[in-house]
């Protein structure tokens, strides 16, 4: 199958991508995941052609898929930057990170407070082999990396690595970006966030984004494809999104699809919540 990339050369089964070159780890090649097909939609070089045909069934269901992923990506480096600059925040737990995208999060933080502090996490194993270029902190700050997984909140929270890179008795921003729509119900996501949110401290901060079928029902059948593709996925209304900030204070303005939180100048002004269809908060924890 050959299909058009975003900048208009051909994607065949003959292209070798970065990641096809190098496979230390079982990568399983075979079957689409999320962090390769989210890579595919940025226009990164890392996937394989089971994830390139998964997003582009995505693509057929969803043709904005492209412009939320970077709508939402966006929103990462706009929250990022205030909660360094504005909040005063300087140590930040990012799990879900994905396949590194330039500006990555340590690099927004890093940017506004040299001293900030990064701890990255994902269960994908090529997440794992990319984590190099997660770790380039400035000298005054710090970063690492865990391979590991959110349905196991303590193999994160006693993680060696975290306690040497963060101090948990100082306020944590933690980043669940693009990842909790991966969780179902039956994964009782609101109760694997409660366990963070109980041993990080007063001050520490949630920034969440999560797809939601509210403004454009396609996003249901993007939620369909993953599933038929064996990735577990599931949409949400904004009343079950806004569940996962219970018991904290949402920053003005409150949970928005990403585009219409805190715009920048480099925000696109002719966004549409139905383009977008990402929904996105910061709360802080009293
Ligand atoms: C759509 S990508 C988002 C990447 C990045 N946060 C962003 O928004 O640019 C979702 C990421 O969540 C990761 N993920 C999914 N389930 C996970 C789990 N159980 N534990 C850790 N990471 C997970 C995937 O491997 C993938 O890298």
Known sequence: MTSADPHGTQVGTWWKTLAEERSPVDLKTDQPHSARMYDYYLGGKDHFPADREAAERTLAVFPNARVAAQAN???MI???R?????VGIRQFLDIGTGIP???NLHEAAQGIASDARVVYADNDPIVLTHARALLTSTPAGRTAYLDADLHNPESILDAPELRATLDLTRPVALSLIATIHFFPDSDDPHGILRRFLQVLPSGSHLTLTHATADYDEGMERVAAAYRAGG??????GRTDVARFFDGLDLLDPGLQIVHRW???DDTPNDLTDAQVSFYGAVGRKP
């Open 231 to 236: 990735i577990p996925a599931q949409q949400r």
């Open 82 to 86: 205030y909660l360094a600059a504005q």
């Open 73 to 75: 990506r966006a929103f």
């Open 101 to 103: 995208t330039s500006p």
């Open 78 to 80: 706009r929250t990022t």
């Open 262 to 264: 805190r715009p920048d």
